[in-house]
């Protein structure tokens, strides 16, 4: 039987927006589990008899990330095309991704990754990342995330169009998924005008939980043809004619999701994932 699992989630005193990944974090973790393998959830922990998985790690410190065990796996959640990100001000997260197994979502990251221990997992349905949090109010359509001026724009455009949207930048967890499951749709939208990649892992929680998702589209990831048939993507340039589209057809809209739900129902991302942890355990020896 391999060691089991460490699924950690790095999130500092003064930084609640780590909270944005425990989902993802849960996602591995069930899969992990899935496959026969014990995994446990935890929070700013390593544990050196375990295979631990760190989700956050741009945000460790020089000396953490020196002291972290032979056999981590990194989950990277951030855009490795941005050469300027922030997360690579420091120097460490470079030194990390060079060093250890990395898991990715997108797999445009894997070409910025400078050696082969690296995979990209598919986002898909997992029945344990069903919630049961009462609805809150009906916000109509739903965007969450950092408000960058790119979106804040896009956002604005579409308030200005009559379409009635809610916008959360600090709300996690909960309270988030109260909003989120009252909401017609959720909508995703790219951070930069410089990004390449699809955002698998800021749509497959609502899909999970029947909350369909309107999205950017990303034509240079190859990441994003698995999720065609699930979402509704436009260019930038027809997002808010395809928003008012489905505001003036809510049947014809209503009908489409539930086809696009009931086909993201039935993926297996255990298929996708089972090669993943066979290649990554076998490297571990």
């Not at 698995?226 to 489905?246: A, Q, S, V, W």
Request: include cysteine; glycine fraction near 8%; proline fraction near 9%.
């Amino acid at each position: 039987m391999p060691r089991p699992f460490n699924v950690t989630v790095i999130q500092p005193p003064d930084y609640p927006h780590s909270a944005a990944l425990y989902e993802a974090a849960e996602y591995v973790q069930d899969l992990i589990g899935r496959s026969g393998i014990p995994a446990m959830l935890s929070g700013n922990r390593i544990m050196p008899d375990h295979h631990n998985v760190i989700f956050g790690a741009h945000l460790l410190s020089a000396a953490h990330a020196a002291a972290l065990p032979a056999g981590t796996i990194l989950f990277n959640s951030e855009q490795l095309g941005n050469s300027e990100g922030w997360y690579f001000r420091s120097g460490v997260y470079r030194q990390l991704l060079a060093r250890f197994d990395v898991w990715d979502y997108s797999l445009n990251n894997l070409r910025h990754i400078p050696h082969q221990r690296k995979h990209a997992i598919p986002f898909l349905f997992s029945p344990a990342l069903i919630r049961d949090t009462p609805p809150g109010p009906s916000p109509g359509l739903l965007f969450y995330g950092a408000a960058t001026p790119r979106r804040i724009a896009i956002l604005d455009e579409l308030r200005a169009a009559g379409v009635p949207v809610t916008a959360i930048s600090d709300l996690y967890g909960p309270q988030r998924d109260a909003i989120m499951r009252c909401a017609w749709a959720v909508l995703n939208l790219h951070n930069a005008d410089t990004v390449e990649n699809f955002e698998a892992i800021r749509c497959f929680h609502p899909l999970i939980n029947g909350i369909p998702v309107i999205s950017e589209d990303s034509t240079d990831d190859p990441s994003a043809d698995l999720y065609r048939d699930f979402l509704f993507r436009f260019r930038r340039e027809t997002l808010l004619p395809g928003i008012l589209g489905f505001m003036q057809d809510p049947a014809g809209f209503g009908e489409a999701v539930r086809a696009r739900l009931e086909a993201f129902r039935q993926t297996r991302p255990l298929e996708h994932f089972a090669p993943v942890l066979e290649a990554t355990l076998a490297g571990h020896g």
